[in-house]
Every structure is written in structure tokens, then in C-alpha cells.
């Protein structure tokens, strides 16, 4: 069998491994499930909601999951006696200080300490870290994992998130590649049935203009901005918050207090976005941080017209247009701009038409079965360095 065709033995390492984490999580299981169709994949996790035909789970123990940090350090340590030998390559999605590829989804710790700091505030932040076990552990692990070996390959998710990384540890520079998310296909647009049967299953009104809020992090992710924004709208537009429950109450609590209460609904966290995105009109991702942002492709795939922020808060925008296949706000946390723009798209059927069109176009350009390629390429590269 010649190296191109041979099966390999990869260990794939993430904490958690279950659709409703984040966006991490569902990348890297997204890759997992299309390379066991040509590998042996074996996962390794401490929390572990997900089973594939043909995948070898590994639950990792979690004796002390708080303070993370030293949780974090008690992963590392794990997988790597796990991983140590046997395998062709182990690929981790955490800040582990072992294996050949390191794929890195959110900002690098020493650029969100670091970057924009000079002089006595340089120092003080140095102080802070020497004088912190967290940043310290946290640092040494970034560093360890980001260190330039011959055997090792750095990937970012997203074009932006390779010059941050860049701008950190410039050794890597020339080095890094940039493997994007994607979507399973492209869904299209629901019809009116669907899009009725939708919303009757999730408990959503019937009627209206219906704006699809996605996230874990709901502060990071813009709800503030966007709830201020629902009270500048007219009263037939609602809100669905899909997400991580454990914030409900608080901004429960801050929607009344914007008065609009009962134009909301939490759906929770769903294992399946697919009738959130076939209820909605629209998406809303004002954020104010993100490296990529799945669920902006996700929605594109389904049709969904998109208000998101600039590439300086979302990495995805960085491919996008404003006004040719979605409405990019230059700042994310002025809820007024964010109504005029959402009310602009829900009172304008034609530019909602357009930019649907366009959503679709551009999500048949960024398929999970590309990503995987790629990916696979780079599983090769290493494993003929090994051989």
C-alpha cells in the first residue's frame, strides 16, 4: 500500500467533545467524522456527547476540573502518556504542550496580555503574570504548544486569527495554515411550511419577523447590544437566544428591563440548530470577539441574511462584503446602528433576497468535505516525516 492510500492512526484531544459546546468543539468533530470514513480516529475527552461510526472514544479523567488551569496541565499530562506511543500523529484542539498538529481557535493568551501594551503598563501587566500561577501555567503551555519544531504544524481557524498569532510568535510566520470551518452542505432556503412547522415546534410565534440569536458566551457574542437593539424595532419582531441556559436568567432579567420581555425566547442549547435556523428571517451576530464564527456560515447555508460585525471583531467577515452577501457593522456595541441594520433588512424583502442568494453561494464555497482534505494532507505530511 503506498503512503498516500494507507489508513492512519490519529488521536484527536479536546476537553470536550459534544455538539453543543462551541464552535471549537463541533470543528473538530466535523473533521472527525468525515477522516474515520479513511482513518483510525480515537478521540480523547473528558466529557464525551458524541458517537461515530468507526471513532475509539477515550474518556480522560478530570480529578480537579476547577481552577482549569491545573486541569488544563492534568490534560495535557494524560493524553500525552496516552499518545506517547502507537500513534501516526496526535492532533490537539487544546492548549496541550505535545502533538504534530496544533490547531488554535481563540486569540493567543500572550497577545490578549501583551499586544497594545508598552512602558509602564507593559510592566504592570508583567507583574500581574509573574505574580499569577494561571497566566503563568497558561503562558508556559501557548508557548510550549506554539513552539516551531519540524514535526509540527500550527493551523488557525481563520485569516485574522493567523495574524494574531503571527504578531505573537513570529518564528511561525511563514509556517501557518489557515483551515477555515464549513458546513456538511448547503440546505437552502425553507419554505413556508417548513419554516411554519419550524417555529410551531420550537414554541416560536407564527407570525412576524423572527431574528436568530446563536451563542454560548452571550455577552462576548453581542446580546447587550442586541436586546437595545429589539427595543428600537416594531413590536411583530422577535428574538430567539439559542444557547448555554446557565445565562438565562440575567438576561431575562435585562430584557424586561429593555422591555421586551415577551418578544424574546431562550430555546437553550440544542444538539440540532437546523429548525432555529429554518424559523428565523435573519441572523444577529453583533460579536465582540470571534475568531471565525461557525454559526454565521451555518445560517449563510440555510439562506439566512446576516448582520455580524467587522472583521476587527469576526474573523469570517474578513471573506465577506457588506451589502453583497451580508451587513457588516463597523462597531458591534452601538445597538442603534444594529437596529437601523436589522430594520433596513426585515423592511427590505429584495435586499433580503439578494444577500440570501449570496449567503448560499458562499456556503457552497466552504464545505466541511474540502476542510477535511486538507487536513487529511497535513496528517500525511507528518506521518511520511515520521516514516
Known amino acids: 500500500m503506498s503512503e498516500s492510500d494507507r489508513r492512519l492512526r490519529v488521536a484527536v484531544l479536546n476537553r470536550i467533545f459534544s455538539p453543543t459546546a462551541g464552535g471549537a468543539e463541533r470543528y473538530s ?11 483510525e480516529i480515537h478521540v480523547f475527552a473528558q466529557r464525551i456527547d458524541h458517537r461515530w461510526p468507526g471513532v475509539t472514544y477515550h474518556r480522560v479523567s478530570a480529578p480537579l476540573a476547577k481552577p482549569r488551569w491545573i486541569n488544563q496541565l492534568w490534560f495535557s499530562s494524560v493524553t500525552w502518556w496516552a499518545t506517547r506511543r502507537g500513534f501516526d500523529v496526535v492532533h490537539s484542539h487544546e ?7 496544533q490547531t488554535v481557535h481563540v486569540v493567543p493568551v500572550k497577545y490578549t496580555l501583551f499586544v497594545g501594551r508598552s512602558g509602564w503598563r507593559w ?7 509573574l505574580s499569577s500561577p494561571r497566566l503563568l501555567a497558561y503562558l508556559w503551555l501557548e508557548h510550549q504548544r ?14 485574522s486569527l493567523s495574524k ?7 518564528a511561525l510566520a511563514r509556517g501557518l495554515r489557515v483551515l477555515t470551518p464549513g ?4 440546505a437552502g432556503v425553507a419554505g413556508a411550511a417548513q419554516k411554519d412547522a419550524a417555529r410551531q415546534r420550537l414554541g416560536l410565534r407564527s407570525s412576524g419577523h423572527g431574528i436568530l440569536f446563536v451563542a454560548n458566551d452571550y455577552q462576548k457574542k ?4 442586541l436586546l437595545l437593539a429589539l427595543a428600537q424595532l416594531p413590536d411583530d419582531v422577535w428574538l430567539a437566544v439559542v444557547g448555554d441556559g446557565a445565562q438565562i436568567p440575567f438576561y431575562s432579567a435585562l430584557a424586561k428591563a429593555c422591555g421586551v420581555a415577551d418578544r424574546l425566547v431562550f430555546l437553550g442549547p440544542l444538539e440540532d440548530v437546523g429548525d432555529a435556523y429554518r424559523a428565523a428571517d435573519c441572523l ?3 460579536t465582540l470577539d470571534d475568531t471565525f464564527a461557525m454559526v454565521v456560515l451555518e445560517a449563510m447555508a440555510h439562506g439566512l441574511p446576516v448582520v455580524l460585525s467587522s472583521e476587527r471583531h469576526c474573523g469570517i467577515s474578513a471573506l465577506l462584503e457588506h451589502e453583497r452577501n451580508a451587513l457588516i457593522l463597523d462597531e458591534p456595541s452601538n445597538a442603534q446602528a444594529l437596529a437601523m441594520a436589522l430594520r433596513r433588512l426585515l423592511e427590505d424583502s429584495a435586499l433580503r433576497q439578494r444577500l440570501s442568494a449570496a449567503a448560499l453561494s458562499f456556503a457552497g464555497q466552504h464545505l466541511w468535505s474540502t476542510t477535511a482534505e486538507q487536513q487529511e494532507a497535513i496528517y500525511r505530511s507528518i506521518a511520511a516525516q515520521k516514516t
Open 183 to 186: 458546513v456538511t452542505g448547503v
Open 123 to 129: 510592566l504592570l501587566r508583567c507583574l500581574k503574570v
Open 284 to 286: 444577529a451576530h453583533p
Open 164 to 170: 494574531q498569532v503571527a504578531a505573537v510568535y513570529p
Open 29 to 39: 468533530m466535523a473533521l472527525v467524522e468525515r477522516l474515520a470514513q479513511r482513518h
Open 95 to 101: 492548549a496541550v504542550w505535545h502533538g504534530q498538529v
Open 146 to 159: 506554539l513552539s516551531v519544531r519540524s514535526d509540527r504544524c500550527i493551523v488557525v481557524a481563520s485569516s
Open 222 to 225: 453581542g446580546l447587550d447590544a
